[in-house]
């Protein structure tokens, strides 16, 4: 959805700034020396960071004039990198002004090599057919140590509920970030503020003639951590989020962001008039599909299949038609839509079947905001279907996942606040539960037997939840060459000389089975023979063994898709003329976040294994780490240990 555009345009738009009166009273070598020791492991600074936003009442109209301002002072040679800069411009920020020069020492003072070569493209992302964000992008000279680049530029927001947050920290460290907002006294202006604290914002409240001018400002921001499989930056970086409330509309104060009933007002009128004339043909299809359906559930599971399966998802962000869905007559005529044409094609088929369902906003855990603390469009990023089958029992219907089987939420939305539109003035908010681990399972079950040094195995992976929806998508129309080489690397256990003989994947569609892979597998030079001995280590497959976290290092939150649990029964046939000289004992630990248990047990000549390890957690916080850590260091000693067989005296 444009949510996206939104928020894209917004973290991007709010790395500019104005150049600080301490920088430019300094000479330049006197200000790249200090900021270096300030600053000794960093490749550049913002001196300055600003946005100055102005709110402007013309008619019945809200307008936003945001002037964005930055200065960056490059610190080391590899700050060249950020010599390539662009501001984006979509149908909800609409660039004017733009102005940006390298400032390059020259004595005391600084000469300005002013830019004049702006290149103008359309933004192109991976998965969006269309979008109608542009950027404008230019390439600073000269950029070296000492050297500072300036920016300037001015957007307009022609619709006041559509803004952008500020955030106060950026990818390198900022010396003064400061945000203003002026408007007219008889305009109400809210804001939230995320993450702050550990951040001291300064904020003043200032009354200037008719205007009002809201101030926040923070100084000496370090460049925020860099840890790899982090949450989005929205999740853990101080920012405000600020929103035009109030707006005085004919003599009389009018509403226009102040909660969830002023968000679900702006929604509602996006759909209101979709779906006026019903299509013949669209009807013939439900009619088709509620054959022989015996039950509601029924006929919700076949249309939310024949969606799935019929209809392709395209992502398409232009202006408004980034919020406002398409009749479902035209989706199904032309078989592709985004998450807004989905959800809404889902809705009037299972209104056609004499269905009840409810068209749905909601943000995906991209965001982390609650419409508790947040109602504005930039809570939401995506939209889907939701049938109660019950009083207050949901079944949450996102056909943008073509594998997801039915009563599963998509993962992405897991935990998440959902909007509902009951009816054209009514809403309700409810929550998406987060799927046990044991909704998703990797079950591994095998048979080994050892040829001289090369072990043999045969077995069945099955996949379910979402473990079997993301090797779905992964193996789908992949051919043979490329699927045999996915499928080993899948299998793979032991060493580096593990090869796959034979296999079969089955199920790769059939949304309600387990994904199946049936293997033959040969495993060489992987036991030790001492003299008589033979020493096996059953643990062909080491999860989690190396994912210690250093508490030293790491500090941002661990994201992680989904919870699971991955099951492992293991036979090894004792070779023969050998004897069990030695079995490992059980081990277990279990705590919130991680556990394991790994059994042995002797059934006549065989040697039996069973492990299951689980992972419970969507988004780890660095306070739970030392429990992670914990169970690592036990599994990792537990994965050690080694079966010892005995030749038998003759």
Known sequence: MAANKVVRTLALAGSLCLASVAARAQAPLQALLQAQQQYPDEKAVYLDYRQDIVVELKGDSVQVLAKHHYDMLHLAPQSALYALDKVYSSHFSRLQKLDARTLVPAGNDYKALRITDFKDKFEVQEGIFFDDTRYTTWSFPAVAPGVRTVADYTVRHPDARFLTPFYFANHVPTRHAEVTITAPKSVKINYKLFHTENTPVAFTRQEKGSSVIYRWTVDNLPSPSRDDDGPEAAYYLPHLVYFVEEVPAAGQPRRMLSGVPEL????????????????????????????????????????????????????????????????????????????????????????????????????????????????????????????????????????????????????????????????GKNCKVVSVPVMEKEKSNAVDVSTLALTGTTLRGKGRLALTGYPKIQQAYALDGMDKTEESKYVKNVLERGSNKFFVDSYAVRNVAAREQPLTIDYEYRLQDYVQQVDDEIYLNLNLQQTYANDRIDTDKRHLPLYNEYAHTDRTRTEFEIPSGYEVEYLPANAATKEDVLGFSIRYERQGNKIVQEKDVYVNYLLLQPTQFAKWNTVVDKLGAAYREVIILKKKKA
């Open 264 to 423: 679900y007002s702006l929604y509602s009128g996006f759909v209101a008039n979709l779906d006026q004339k019903e299509s013949p043909a669209l009807k013939r299809v439900v009619d088709s599909l509620a054959v022989g359906a015996g039950t509601e559930e029924e006929r919700v599971r076949r249309v939310y299949y024949w969606v799935q399966d019929h209809v392709r998802y395209v992502a398409f962000e232009n202006g408004l038609r980034g919020f406002v869905p398409a009749d479902a007559a035209q989706v199904y005529a032309r078989r592709y839509g985004d998450c807004k044409d989905m959800a809404n094609l889902t809705h009037e088929m299972l209104r056609m079947a004499g269905v009840k369902t409810y068209l749905t906003w909601i943000g995906t855990r991209a965001l982390p905001y609650r419409y508790s603390e947040l109602a504005t469009p930039g809570v939401d990023n995506h939209m889907i279907a939701t049938w109660e089958p019950k009083p207050g029992q949901y079944v949450f219907l996102d056909a943008t996942s073509k594998h997801n089987p039915f009563n599963l939420p998509t993962s992405m939305i897991q935990g998440k606040e959902a909007l509902l539109a009951l009816d």
